[in-house]
């Protein structure tokens, strides 16, 4: 290997910048990971050319040794983890090795930096910034690399982690990549085999390809080096389940997903007859941190054919809802050289998706059943996603719908009830499941809409999470009985309450005239609700209008242009003595100015009770020093 003599000098980006020093002198657990990062790197980079030279020969240059080699050297002090991978160019390693493609980072940085963080760097690798994970063990880190099919273009990168890298034209004979870790001396058992084994076997041992490593022996006194290899290999997922132990259902698992939490259910079958594949999916215990950080990739499935590795996160394998269910899909049937794009409308690879689907609905439905708890908690983590998949995959969407589960005005908080248990439950005469969505239980137990509901018993589903919303217009009903939002449009009136609201209505004709006419430019209607007990008035949305809550999301997506203008419905409680005080008032003069001051008062703590924010807060603090003057 010769090298041009002047190597370019280039800084780190700002983020990177901070994260290679948060590794460097924040992590200090688990270092050995780092090896699992650069092997799966490896692995990658194999797969890529392996499936490139499925349809271009060429790039193979003849080499289809697929080996990855570790080679730990003593005397330098380095540990080199070599491949035979697709490789990169001067602007790929730049671009890979110097900057940080995903958006979020900051954010996973704050995470890191919280004391917790700081000893998990199991993170690193769910965050996919795996080879910056070298800098825990090495001072300095060199990565020589030959992109496939550019002969002599090798390039060398180099960087001591502390905010500059190199960059140098070198000659390169084989194509791949040989990254060279300058061990700290703290962490020189990385030269020894031994320990080299025992990591590779504990994080890496599916992996594929053959990590190979040359051991020296010594026998009578004669010295020779003998290869290794380190993983097993064994495609856990086409073995027969009897024969699998759960330690190793659980490393590949870790291996898949970077979760080191156990899964909890692993779904391992093989279809045999029309289509034949092998599936081996894990459904996660608790949300993949790499989350909270940005959109999720699209599908958690890998796709194989025959062992060979066609595609990660394969979106043809799994609706969008079912992207928190890791694992590896392997197809006999379809041919290798199948390529990326014609994966899409591919009429097995639809077939095998809905077997999938629905093994994993019906183990979802079995949990449910039998171990309730533990899907709840499972829920708890997950919930959204099954939202999401009632909105989205009509063809499961009964069994999804089923999959539900709410907390409800009869549910302590954090616990929760089923549609089908809503509906056993309902009192007689009732055709309507009610809700109510807002921020949060606490702010909806307090809110007004519900004091009818809680008087007649009636249960009123809570949600609070801001996909609700879509579920429930995409829910609409359930098993006949339409959703209805409890404040939104009219309520179903039984006989009773019908006579005494019109009754009502006839005696207090007159205020409701003259607050109409009060508000005219604020609500679009003042009528008698039956809704309420303790309060006086609240707003509601007519049925095909908005809720405060959905406008106050909308406002939240910046969308708040398109909801300014929407009035709601001011309705009283027929029952409550500020109503019939004004009632007193108009009786005596319609013309009398507190008849505005006061329904101003009243739209404007409807207005609060509903978690939103008053239009004219001075004017509201005029009105109520008038009140206390009046009173004191
Ligand atoms: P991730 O692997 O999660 O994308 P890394 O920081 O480990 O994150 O690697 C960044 C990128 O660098 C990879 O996506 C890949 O494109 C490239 N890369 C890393 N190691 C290799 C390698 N051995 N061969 C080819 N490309 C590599």
Redesign the pocket.
Known sequence: MTTSPAPERLEFKTELKQLLDLIIHSLYTKKEIFLR??I???A??ID?VKFESLTNEAVLEGNSDWQIQLIPDEVAGTLT?R?S????SRG?IVE??GT?AKSGTKAFMESLKEANAANQPELIGQF?????ASFMVADRVT?V?RAAGEPSDGVQWESDGQGEYTVLAVEKADR??D?VLHLRDDARDFLKPWRLREVVKAYSDFIDHPIAMDVEREQDGKKTVEEEILNSRQAIWLRSKNDIKEEEYQQFYQQVSRDHEKPVRTIHYAAEGTQEFGALMYLPSRRPFEWSMGPAKPSGLDLYVRRVLIQHHCEELSPPWMRFVRGVVDSSDLPLNVSRETLQHNPLLAKIKSSLVSRVLKTLDEMKSAAYEEYASFYREFGPLIKEGVGTDHANRDRLVDLLLFESTATKAGEFTTLAKYLETMPEGQDEVYYLIGDSREQLEHSPYLEGFRARNQEVLLLTETIDEYLVSSLYDYKGKRLKAVDKGELAKDESSEVRLKEAGERLKPVLEALRKAMESEVKEVRLTSRLKESAAVLVADDFGMTAHMERLMQRMGRGAEVRDQKRVLELNPDHPVVAALHGIVEKDGQDPRIESFGRLLLDQATVAEGSKIKDPAGFARRVNELMTRGL
Do not use: H, R, W
């Open positions: 990062e650069l799966s790197n490896a990658d980079a890529k983890v491949d991978g697709i490789g990169m790929q890979n090795l940080i996919g910034v795996g080879f910056y990565v690399s791949g990549t990254v």
